[in-house]
């Protein structure tokens, strides 16, 4: 019994051991995992052979080694008194000494009379995420002109010796772009418009329908001279109409950040972003798919179905989740999206049905039945044709159906169908056409082809009378 008791206290002791060593393991992996945020402060001084950039990051944890990669034109690299700097080619690690590291370089360039451009000439680091950062730009050459940047312009002097400027925002690699000419500065609520003339469009058109805390806002450069493009936070366009593009795309950008697909469905945030934030699409078929959607929903249906979306907000979400919400809105089964979910053209239509597996004899068939005002309505054509019928479509309004020595006309226009010579007065609902499908109702189903039409909970059953 003792050893017994001595064996079990034993096992508990290594047990606990081990816990502890996978527990600070695991603290170390979550440790690791977790990016450090800091502040940035770039000084950037322009002189007539380029820039000397001096870059330091503030609020760092005691003696951080971080991981860097410079400017592809970095040169002569060194870092703060205190700090360790290993460099390398255009990498290297710098260890911080007491929260904060700096680090000096010169881009070497020769700078154009009218506008240069600077982009991705900061240094970077692993597992740094930047919260702020302050620019403070010195022009030693005087040339005046303006400077335009993807964050918010805090100061511009001109003085005896220098011209100075200073900028802030979040970005932490803001781009940067000069002009010998100035241009008239526009601002709206997320956007600011920099453009020969003062920019005229309404508050509401120019901003996005989110709280500025959500978004990062964006500055546009309109002109002719310059080639289009977009960088981080920096936009260049060729003409004010090219300004609704601009507001797609943070749309759109703040959907694919807070709706997260697999990457084979991400076309689909165009389609959130046309159906939550009534924008312009990205993708013909996410437009064409809304389209679809809003024509069959009633006004609460529609409300209904945009609060389901917005549920998947800072989630994962895919095809088959976006069918059952609509499943569940119109309490009729749906998979749309599932048959949609690769972005190649032509749309498969939107078709509700009856969720329950349908069998024919025993055998299951890839069709399914639909209800419509509490009835049960069978599609004519797929159903004829699994209970062994051959299905000629003799026009758009006449279909003809053998079997054997039963021969079966459809008048489709007239709601009638004639059964061997004999013909049959359909009531003016027994035949539907619902989703592009033909259909009919089950009673008259059951009537015309002898055939029992059985539900349960999980399935409905098509057999034959025997007669």
Known sequence: MKKVLLFSVLLLIISGILLTIQWIGYEKLSSASENIMADQTIEIEVQSDGFLIKQALQSLP?????????????????????????????????????????????IPATLSSQSFLLNNWQASFE??????????????????????????????????????????????????????????????????????EPVNLSEESMSAPFSKEEIIAQTVVISKDLKPQQLDGLTFIRQESDLRTIRSRMI???????????????????????????????????????????????????????????????????????????????????????????????????????GRSVMVEEARVPFHMKKKDSLLYVPLKEAAAALGFSVQEVSSQEWLMKKEFETYHFYLNENRVLLNEHQYALYETALQKMDGIIYIDKIWFQKIFLVEVQETDEAIHLKSYGL
């Open 62 to 106: 005691e003696n951080s080694k971080l991981n860097m990669k410079l400017p592809a034109d970095a040169k002569e690299v060194s870092c703060s008194k205190g700090d360790k700097c290993v460099t390398g080619g255009q990498s290297g690690t710098v260890t911080a000494n007491g929260g904060i590291i700096t680090i000096q370089y010169q």
């Open 252 to 354: 759109y950008d703040y959907v694919k950040k807070h709706f997260i697909f697999p990457e084979e469905e991400q076309w689909m945030t165009s389609f959130l972003a046309v159906s939550l934030y009534s924008t312009q699409p990205m993708n013909m078929k996410a437009a064409d798919m809304n389209e679809q959607i809003a024509a069959v929903l009633a006004e609460a249906e529609q409300k209904e179905w945009e609060t389901a979306l917005m549920q998947f907000k800072g989630k994962e979400v895919n095809a088959e989740k976006l069918d059952r919400a609509l499943s569940a809105v119109k309490s009729e089964q749906t998979d749309f999206f599932e048959k949609n979910k690769s972005s190649k053209l032509p749309t498969v239509p939107l078709i509700f049905f009856d």
């Open 127 to 196: 597992n740094i995420d930047v919260s702020h950062t302050d620019l403070l730009l010195t022009d030693h050459t005087k040339r005046g002109g303006q400077w335009i940047s993807s964050i918010q312009q805090t100061a511009a002097k001109q003085l005896s010796m220098i011209d100075f400027y200073s900028f802030k925002g979040k970005a932490d690699r803001p781009p940067l772009f000069w002009q010998k000419n100035g241009l008239k500065q526009s601002d709206f609520a997320d956007i600011t418009v920099f453009a020969k």
